[in-house]
């Protein structure tokens, strides 16, 4: 087929490479414009872009295309029997969706009609779901409400971060976007119930609240690993959390029995949620508790806690700020 991919970040690689890898004529990619990144504010290409660049394939970056007639002129122009969307970034106009001969198919990183929108993936961890996949839509004008063609599921454990999740959903979506334009199932209009919104994330939602119970909170560090990342304050300066171990029997305000040989905090009625409760980083939470073992300060590289805390030591008794 003539198909033309619309994608930009990390995850929409892999499904550019299997649509090439299964024999599909790409003739051209949309992707974000290049940009300043870095300390250095070097101008960037996405790394869809850089795919594109290495496989020969021409790409247009255009800033917006709502109101740009000659943009949606030049789509229609390619004459694609199918766009293929992963995590573009820009809304597709109405002349756009109708422009290729079957339409536009998007590789959404939920199990629609849960987690329309931006963040499904860190979303779906932060909420605790037990399990989340890849959904092939056919695209529409509203977010997300396209009927469905394809879907597929993987299991969300204990350990899983946005991370490891995205790279799994990312290879998952190059599978089925392959599966679909093969089989071309029909579609199925989306269930009207069990609809949630996945909202953009930004970098302030990656502050940690110690008021809150530890099982939230270590879904909130593993749902905003890397981005938007999670952190609390040390005697007013920034302390990046990057990982925790959740520990279940430590419970808020109650103290906790001698464990790991650690000096721990008396039994003080003030002890409250963001409490250091012994000499291993160890969190007083709303309920719970969790214990920091890979952090980042300011100015230093990330590390893990034990080697943190041979530089920095922090006492049992110290409050970790909001």
């Given at each position: 087929?003539?198909?033309?991919?619309?994608?930009?970040?990390?995850?929409?690689?892999?499904?550019l490479?299997?649509?090439i890898?299964?024999g599909?004529?790409?003739?051209?990619?949309?992707?974000?414009?290049p940009?300043?990144?870095?300390?250095g504010?070097?101008?960037r290409?996405?790394?869809?872009?850089?795919?594109?660049?290495?496989?020969?394939?021409?790409?247009?970056?255009?800033?917006?295309?709502?109101g740009?007639?000659?943009?949606?002129?030049?789509?229609?122009?390619?004459?694609?029997?199918?766009?293929?969307?992963?995590?573009y970034?820009?809304?597709?106009?109405?002349?756009m969706?109708?422009?290729?001969?079957?339409g536009?198919?998007n590789?959404?990183?939920?199990?629609?009609p849960?987690?329309?929108?931006a963040?499904?993936?860190?979303?779906?961890?932060?909420?605790?779901?037990?399990?989340?996949?890849?959904?092939?839509?056919q695209?529409?004008?509203?977010?997300?409400?396209?009927?469905?063609?394809?879907?597929?599921?993987?299991?969300?454990?204990?350990?899983?971060?946005?991370?490891?999740?995205?790279?799994?959903?990312?290879?998952?979506?190059?599978?089925?976007?392959?599966?679909?334009?093969?089989?071309?199932p029909?579609?199925?209009?989306?269930?009207?119930?069990?609809?949630?919104?996945?909202?953009?994330?930004?970098?302030?939602?990656?502050?940690?609240?110690?008021?809150?119970?530890?099982?939230?909170?270590?879904?909130?560090?593993r749902?905003?690993?890397?981005?938007?990342?999670?952190?609390?304050?040390l005697?007013?300066?920034?302390?990046?959390?990057?990982?925790?171990?959740?520990?279940p029997?430590?419970?808020?305000?109650?103290?906790p029995?001698?464990?790991?040989?650690?000096?721990?905090v008396?039994?003080?009625?003030t002890m409250?949620?963001?409490?250091?409760?012994?000499?291993?980083?160890?969190?007083?939470?709303?309920?719970?508790?969790?214990?920091?073992?890979?952090?980042?300060?300011p100015?230093?590289?990330?590390?893990?806690?034990?080697?943190?805390?041979?530089?920095?030591?922090?006492?049992?008794g110290?409050?970790l700020?909001?």
């Amino acid at each position: 087929m003539r198909v033309v991919f619309m994608g930009s970040p990390d995850f929409s690689v892999p499904a550019l490479r299997a649509l090439i890898a299964a024999g599909h004529e790409v003739v051209a990619v949309y992707c974000q414009p290049p940009r300043p990144a870095g300390r250095g504010q070097a101008v960037r290409r996405c790394p869809v872009h850089v795919a594109a660049d290495e496989l020969g394939i021409p790409v247009h970056t255009p800033v917006r295309l709502r109101g740009d007639a000659e943009a949606q002129a030049v789509f229609a122009a390619l004459n694609a029997d199918v766009a293929v969307v992963a995590a573009y970034g820009l809304i597709l106009p109405q002349s756009m969706l109708d422009a290729p001969r079957l339409g536009c198919l998007n590789i959404h990183a939920s199990l629609l009609p849960r987690w329309r929108g931006a963040g499904p993936i860190q979303a779906a961890i932060l909420a605790g779901d037990a399990e989340t996949g890849v959904t092939i839509m056919q695209m529409e004008a509203g977010l997300d409400t396209g009927p469905m063609l394809l879907r597929d599921s993987v299991p969300i454990r204990s350990d899983t971060t946005a991370a490891t999740l995205h790279d799994a959903l990312a290879e998952m979506g190059g599978r089925l976007i392959v599966r679909a334009l093969a089989e071309q199932p029909v579609a199925i209009p989306q269930p009207e119930d069990g609809v949630t919104y996945a909202p953009k994330l930004e970098r302030d939602h990656g502050r940690l609240d110690w008021t809150q119970d530890a099982a939230a909170l270590d879904r909130r560090v593993r749902a905003f690993d890397p981005w938007p990342g999670t952190f609390t304050t040390l005697d007013g300066a920034v302390l990046k959390v990057l990982a925790v171990q959740f520990v279940p029997s430590w419970s808020g305000l109650t103290r906790p029995s001698q464990a790991d040989g650690n000096e721990m905090v008396g039994s003080s009625p003030t002890m409250t949620g963001g409490m250091v409760l012994d000499n291993a980083l160890t969190v007083a939470c709303g309920q719970g508790a969790l214990r920091l073992t890979r952090v980042q300060a300011p100015g230093r590289a990330a590390m893990d806690a034990a080697a943190f805390l041979r530089g920095r030591p922090v006492p049992a008794g110290t409050v970790l700020g909001p």
